[in-house]
């Protein structure tokens, strides 16, 4: 099992993951390019504007990690979303 400050670190390591894949979804929506190069930390891919459905999906799945993490260390919060 991890630790609290792994957890922390994979928190902090994903909301700098999501904050690209919306720079990105920005980037795409606004017309800026057509392609972006987008870099994970882990991965490099260069996206086109086809493929914004995946990136949306990506963030999607970036924020439900956040949350997953955030309830496993005892922050509880709901990154990206609403409160309910």
Same mark, same amino acid.
């Given at each position: ?25 920005? +980037? ?9 190069? /987008? ?10 504007? /086809?493929? /914004? ?5 990506? +963030? ?25």
């Amino acid at each position: 099992m991890a630790t609290y400050a792994e957890i922390i670190l994979e928190i902090e390591e994903t909301k700098i993951r999501l904050a690209k894949v919306r720079t990105a979804i920005d +980037e795409l929506v606004l017309g800026g390019t057509q392609t972006y190069s /987008l870099d994970t930390g882990q991965t490099r891919q260069s996206v086109v504007k /086809l493929n /914004l459905t995946e990136l949306r999906n990506l +963030e999607s799945s970036l924020v439900s990690r956040i949350s997953t993490l955030e309830a496993r260390s005892g922050g509880g919060t709901s990154y990206g979303r609403p409160a309910s």
